[in-house]
């Protein structure tokens, strides 16, 4: 696993709110990584794991591997999820000890478990224990500093975990600072299990510089895919000495599957808010394009269609290639 030459493996990260299920399919379709991340699947106190686990489909991205992200605190249901997840047919298991939202810390999950180095390895450990398929863990630094980021790092390897992967920031930096690469390399000097590099990757250059500064084993990108869905190509492409010429007609045929993803049961209303969503993120690729964002942004806001359209017709100078 994570063994690949000369490009180092590409994963797509699980990202709450964005890289859900059209996302994902989307992206597939653009290629270029080798395994994707669902966003987290939450494990409440008291969840039921048959009714919860039925938003995993294992086929969804074929022949990509889909690992299944869970987040919880309860170490019997997550144990419990984890089986389950496992006969539905998941290649890996990741375990969330990163997500910052309130609503998650609150009830003891995501980066909240970075309080408890005892807490998340007894959590890991027991997943580990219950299921064949490798149970990994991504994790940030820190809850509100990086005082324990040694012992989680400690605590999440003595699991048995397959390897990790590290969002240098806290709980309490949001996505706002820069992410602190270093922490990658403290990481990488301190384990014996690979690590994943994750944070602040946006273009080829900052994922050579990545893997230089830190000696990380592999990459994962999250918001650097949404701003540039050709990100994975143009790694691959530097890393085996080509060429790699996006093209606008993928970026076309990548909305097509996004709305036909999304479906008739969204509402319009939903349907503008994703589509502004990504937008909103890919014109971020563009200086010309950023002096019109808030104009666009705001037009149409009652026609998904007619949104589209007067995206896609700005978004072509981007990506202004033949094909």
């Avoid at 106190?45 to 605190?73: F, I």
């Avoid at 999820?81 to 998941?90: D, F, K, N, T, V």
């Avoid at 863990?137 to 990790?164: C, H, P, W």
């Avoid at 010429?245 to 479906?263: H, L, Q, S, Y």
Wanted: with cysteine.
């Amino acid at each position: 696993m994570l063994q690949r030459s000369p490009c180092p493996y590409l994963f797509l990260a699980p990202m709450e709110g964005v890289g859900d299920r059209p996302f994902r399919k989307a992206m597939a379709y653009i290629g270029g990584f080798d395994e994707a991340v669902t966003e987290f699947i939450r494990v409440p106190k008291n969840a039921h794991v048959q009714s919860l686990a039925r938003v995993y489909n294992s086929s969804e991205l074929h022949p990509l591997p889909l690992a299944a992200q869970l987040m919880g605190s309860e170490t019997e249901l997550m144990v419990e999820m984890a089986r389950e997840i496992e006969s539905r047919g998941a290649p890996r298991i990741d375990l969330n000890c990163g997500c910052p939202s309130n609503t998650v810390t609150g009830r003891g999950a995501g980066s909240s478990l970075l309080k408890e180095p005892k807490l998340l390895n007894e959590i890991a450990t027991a997943m580990v224990k219950a299921v064949n398929v490798p149970v990994t863990v991504k994790m940030r630094t820190g809850y509100e500093d990086t005082s324990l980021f040694k012992e989680n790092l400690l605590a999440a390897q003595e699991s048995g975990i397959r390897f990790i992967t590290i969002h240098p920031r806290t709980k309490v930096d949001g996505y706002g600072p820069p992410a602190k690469w270093e922490y990658i390399a403290e990481a990488k000097a301190l384990l014996k299990i690979p690590v994943v590099g994750n944070g602040d990757i946006l273009n080829v250059s900052d994922a050579v510089r990545m893997l230089s500064m830190t000696g990380c084993d592999a990459l994962m990108i999250g918001r650097g895919a949404v701003t540039n869905p050709f990100i994975f190509h143009q790694i691959r492409a530097y890393f085996e000495g080509k060429e790699y010429t996006p093209r606008f007609e993928a970026i076309v045929r990548f909305f097509d599957i996004f709305t036909k993803e999304m479906g008739s049961e969204i509402s319009i209303r939903g349907k503008i808010g994703k589509l502004k969503q990504l937008f909103s993120f890919l014109f971020r690729g563009s200086d010309d394009l950023l002096k019109v964002r808030s104009v666009v942004l705001t037009s149409h806001a009652n026609d998904p269609d007619l949104f589209l359209q007067n995206a896609l017709r700005l978004l072509s100078s981007r990506f202004n290639y033949s094909s």
